[in-house]
């Protein structure tokens, strides 16, 4: 189902002095009028704040299914299922598929049970790509600033970009979703907001040819009726956790206590607080030209003994975590890099079953891998770093076997917060304090 119809802005009602204008002719808006003065068109979009947000995410819509759809006419009133192949499940079904109760990953055979008469067509990832990069080089256009989550969405910064396009962005992306249609032959749904959080959930609240606006001032009531899966990182799983302990949306989490929630459920409690109550300050940042964070240092006198080399590796893994938590990424992959005293270079790596941002995740991993290490060699350099870097997003999911992981996640959070008070040296930990760490 399309969920178009539970966006109830929770603001004061349009009236004469609402900005606003026709996604058709873009022609402005004024008044209460359903459909454009001009054109007739009844897809307005009208937004106290419409002339004030300069984030967005844009997705495609059924972007598989929308190309071949393009390429074969005949497909255009038939519901078309792309899938199949070795895993046997549905990547992507057209919105009439969907009316019938296909969906992404539902094994084929249900879907074919569900819509027998469904076209099915297996993926081709090359053509995909290569219209993903079209879309994307229109992005580019629009803003240096063009952060991809996948090859069919984006988040992109338009703030500062109103003297180049001569309009602000929400004129600016309208123009945009035309042009793919018109260029692409797909098209395109448009969040528009103030930050990550709410314009990749607006984007998705009037597919497909969306075009949906949160602002700063209805985020809290907009988001307190929803379910928690709302909230970015809260699958199946965890909402299920959460519906044990009675919480089922986010206006429950909006009247929790961020402690209580760090205290309950880790470092997945920071972000529960926070974007419930709409607070998300990640950046969009450009195709992020980093490949892997890392830290390391070189010791005045060779050091072969783990303790010695332990209190170092904390305070390098503090350094790493704390730029992946500035910067808004995480890796999945932690690397322990090593030189011996005869200049040889030693890397470990160990992927994670999740992306981490953790100071205590990536110094616990490097730790197993340091003692592999310690065996009475004498190094002159250590390194810790992670790489297969992505958006912290999904990044340190709560731990429901180690509860102690969640405790420290907890304690690190506190720890960041006196540091960003404080100074960076405020606190020290039991592993960094009187160790021989580079100061
Ligand atoms: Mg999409």
Same mark, same amino acid.
């Given at each position: 189902?399309?969920?178009?119809?539970?966006?109830? /802005?929770?603001?004061?009602?349009?009236?004469?002095?609402? &900005? $606003?204008?026709?996604r058709d002719c873009?022609?402005?808006?004024?008044?209460?009028?359903?459909?454009c003065?001009?054109?007739?068109?009844p897809?307005?979009v009208?937004? +106290?704040?419409?002339?004030?947000?300069?984030?967005?995410?844009?997705?495609?819509? !059924?972007?598989? =299914?929308?190309?071949?759809k393009?390429?074969n006419?005949? %497909?255009?009133?038939?519901?078309?299922i792309i $899938?199949?192949g070795?895993r046997?499940?549905?990547?992507?079904?057209c919105?009439? !598929?969907?009316?019938?109760?296909?969906?992404?990953?539902?094994?084929?055979?249900?879907a074919?049970e569900?819509?027998p008469?469904?076209?099915?067509?297996? &993926?081709?990832?090359?053509?995909?790509?290569?219209?993903?990069?079209?879309?994307?080089?229109?992005m580019?256009?629009?803003?240096? %600033?063009?952060?991809?989550?996948?090859?069919?969405?984006?988040?992109?910064e338009?703030?500062?970009?109103?003297?180049?396009?001569?309009?602000?962005p929400?004129r600016?992306?309208?123009?945009?979703?035309?042009?793919?249609?018109?260029?692409?032959?797909?098209?395109?749904?448009?969040?528009?907001?103030?930050?990550?959080?709410?314009?990749?959930v607006?984007?998705?609240?009037?597919k /497909?040819?969306?075009?949906?606006?949160i602002?700063?001032?209805?985020?809290?009531?907009?988001l307190?009726?929803? /379910?928690?899966?709302?909230?970015? $990182?809260?699958?199946?799983?965890?909402a299920?956790?959460?519906?044990a302990?009675g919480?089922?949306?986010?206006?429950?989490?909006?009247?929790?206590?961020?402690?209580?929630?760090?205290?309950?459920?880790?470092?997945?409690? +920071?972000?529960?607080?926070?974007?419930?109550?709409?607070?998300?300050?990640?950046?969009?940042?450009a195709?992020? &030209?980093?490949?892997?964070?890392?830290?390391?240092?070189?010791f005045?006198?060779?050091i072969?003994?783990?303790?010695?080399?332990?209190?170092?590796?904390?305070n390098?893994?503090e350094?790493?975590?704390?730029?992946?938590?500035?910067?808004?990424?995480?890796?999945r992959t932690?690397?322990?890099?090593?030189?011996?005293a005869d200049?040889?270079?030693r890397?470990?790596n160990?992927?994670l079953?999740?992306?981490?941002?953790?100071?205590?995740k990536?110094?616990?991993?490097?730790l197993?891998?340091?003692?592999?290490?310690?065996?009475?060699?004498?190094?002159?350099?250590i390194?810790?770093?992670?790489?297969?870097?992505?958006? =912290?997003?999904r990044?340190?999911?709560?731990?429901?076997?180690?509860?102690?992981?969640?405790?420290?996640? !907890?304690?690190?959070?506190?720890?960041?917060k006196?540091?960003?008070?404080?100074g960076k040296g405020?606190v020290?930990t039991g592993?960094?304090?009187?160790?021989?760490g580079?100061?």
């Amino acid at each position: 189902m399309l969920r178009c119809s539970t966006f109830v /802005p929770a603001m004061a009602p349009a009236s004469d002095k609402t &900005p $606003g204008f026709c996604r058709d002719c873009l022609a402005e808006q004024k008044g209460e009028a359903r459909r454009c003065h001009a054109c007739g068109s009844p897809r307005l979009v009208r937004h +106290q704040e419409l002339y004030d947000l300069t984030l967005a995410h844009i997705d495609c819509d !059924a972007f598989y =299914a929308a190309v071949e759809k393009r390429d074969n006419p005949e %497909l255009a009133d038939k519901p078309v299922i792309i $899938g199949g192949g070795k895993r046997g499940v549905v990547s992507t079904a057209c919105y009439i !598929a969907r009316i019938h109760g296909v969906r992404s990953a539902m094994p084929m055979f249900k879907a074919l049970e569900a819509c027998p008469q469904a076209v099915v067509i297996r &993926p081709d990832m090359e053509k995909y790509v290569a219209v993903g990069r079209q879309v994307r080089a229109l992005m580019q256009e629009l803003t240096p %600033l063009v952060q991809p989550l996948s090859i069919d969405e984006a988040f992109l910064e338009l703030g500062g970009t109103e003297r180049l396009h001569h309009d602000p962005p929400a004129r600016t992306l309208a123009k945009f979703a035309r042009r793919v249609e018109k260029e692409i032959g797909i098209t395109v749904s448009v969040g528009l907001s103030y930050c990550k959080f709410l314009a990749k959930v607006a984007s998705d609240l009037q597919k /497909p040819r969306g075009f949906s606006v949160i602002g700063r001032e209805e985020a809290v009531a907009f988001l307190a009726p929803r /379910p928690v899966t709302t909230i970015w $990182g809260v699958g199946k799983a965890f909402a299920a956790t959460l519906e044990a302990d009675g919480i089922r949306t986010v206006g429950q989490l909006q009247q929790m206590e961020e402690n209580d929630l760090m205290r309950r459920y880790g470092s997945i409690g +920071q972000r529960l607080s926070r974007l419930s109550r709409g607070i998300d300050d990640r950046e969009v940042h450009a195709n992020d &030209p980093a490949k892997s964070v890392s830290a390391e240092t070189t010791f005045f006198d060779d050091i072969s003994r783990y303790d010695d080399l332990v209190p170092i590796l904390r305070n390098l893994s503090e350094k790493v975590s704390w730029r992946l938590k500035k910067s808004g990424i995480a890796g999945r992959t932690v690397v322990l890099k090593m030189k011996t005293a005869d200049f040889k270079s030693r890397t470990r790596n160990r992927r994670l079953e999740d992306p981490t941002q953790l100071a205590d995740k990536i110094f616990r991993t490097g730790l197993d891998l340091l003692e592999k290490e310690t065996d009475g060699t004498k190094f002159r350099l250590i390194g810790i770093g992670v790489t297969d870097l992505g958006d =912290a997003g999904r990044a340190d999911p709560p731990d429901l076997i180690d509860r102690q992981s969640g405790r420290r996640a !907890a304690a690190e959070a506190a720890m960041d917060k006196l540091r960003d008070k404080f100074g960076k040296g405020t606190v020290e930990t039991g592993y960094t304090f009187g160790g021989k760490g580079n100061r």
